[in-house]
């Protein structure tokens, strides 16, 4: 297995956000029970596919969300894939791990359709073509009613956006802090990490963010339908469509 995948991001890195993510991510819990209760239910078993599962916070949510869900966890990092098995023991098959490269199309073409492909703080490491294409890819996945539904970082559209987004994250991160350890220690680590992107934004860097617009025209051009915006906070959304159901 590689430790580094395609789009940059390291086993470094892995170690950084399992440290860290409690505190950077913002609304933590609230963005994994929203993107839970956007996967339409199924009657009988179904697939749930995650682009990027990490430790498997969000994969546990949907699997005691749905007890009839088994869920495949696609990750580029060894170690993140080894803590979701941890993680999700309990569920047995039910939890199935992948080893992947998110930019590679190797792993596109599955033997059945699933019911949704959710994915979290991972797309954005592709550029623009590279997320129309998954974009287009997803929704060849899905079946009927299936739907997509992504949390991710987006890139603003005029500079005072980026300067808003910049102090929201920090003002989330110092909160959080807080709120979990009582001081700013992870605001400090955040800040001498210049994980910051919106403050820190350097091209030749492993993020890619898009434009939320761009990336809704990108989801209505797949196929999709009922595109929404589903939460926003501090330059972080959760965002998708659905796989439109065949006509009665």
Known sequence: ????????????????FVDYGRYFVPNREQQIATIAALIPPAEGSFLVLELCCGEGLLAEAILRRFPACTLLGYDGSAEMLRRAENRLSAYGERFQPVHFDLADQAWRSLEMPVQAVVSSL????????????????????LTRGGAFIVADVIAPVQPLGWQVAADAWDEAVRVRSLELDGDDHALTFFERERWNMYRYFDLEDIDRPSPLFDQLQWLARAGFVEIDVFWMNAGHAIFGGVKEKAAQ
């Open 122 to 141: 991972a797309i954005h490491h592709l550029d623009g073509p590279a997320k129309e294409e998954l974009f287009r890819n997803v929704y060849e996945m």
């Open 1 to 16: 297995m590689q430790d580094a995948w395609s789009t940059g991001w390291s086993e470094e890195n892995t170690q950084t």
